[in-house]
């Protein structure tokens, strides 16, 4: 079974960082488009990050400047950090996998940013 597993979320103040970290045992993430994705309640899923194989990096307006997606092949692992962290940003944060079609989600890590 492709597991797709994603740590580091927390609670934290206004203006602080977090770094979220995905991890896979089954899948070789060079060989992958890896995303970050965030939903908060009750709104739709939205593409944080992106990066492609070739090293292509794709970020959302709203954090622009503040959120930097990388990836370790060596130890096979894509890692989202966050910095100037705002109540906006709160919200589950998920990692996705995808290649040729296939998609695979990871179950998700909770950002919660607050005073």
């Known amino acids: 079974q492709v597991q797709v597993e994603e740590s580091g979320g927390g609670l934290v103040q206004p203006g602080e960082s977090l770094r979220l970290s995905c991890e896979s045992s089954?899948?070789?993430?060079?060989?992958?488009?890896m995303g970050w994705f965030r939903q908060a309640p009750e709104k739709q899923r939205e593409m944080v990050a992106s990066?492609?194989?070739?090293?292509?990096?794709t970020y959302a307006d709203s954090v622009k400047g503040r959120f930097t997606i990388s990836i370790d092949n060596a130890k096979n692992t894509v890692y989202l950090q966050m910095n100037g962290l705002t109540a906006g940003d709160t919200a589950t944060y998920y990692c996705?996998?995808?290649?040729?079609?296939?998609?695979?989600w990871g179950r998700g890590t909770q950002v919660t940013v607050s005073s």
């Open positions: 089954s899948l070789g993430f060079s060989f992958y488009t």
């Open positions: 990066i492609t194989p070739l090293g292509n990096i």
């Open positions: 996705r996998a995808s290649r040729r079609g296939f998609w695979y």
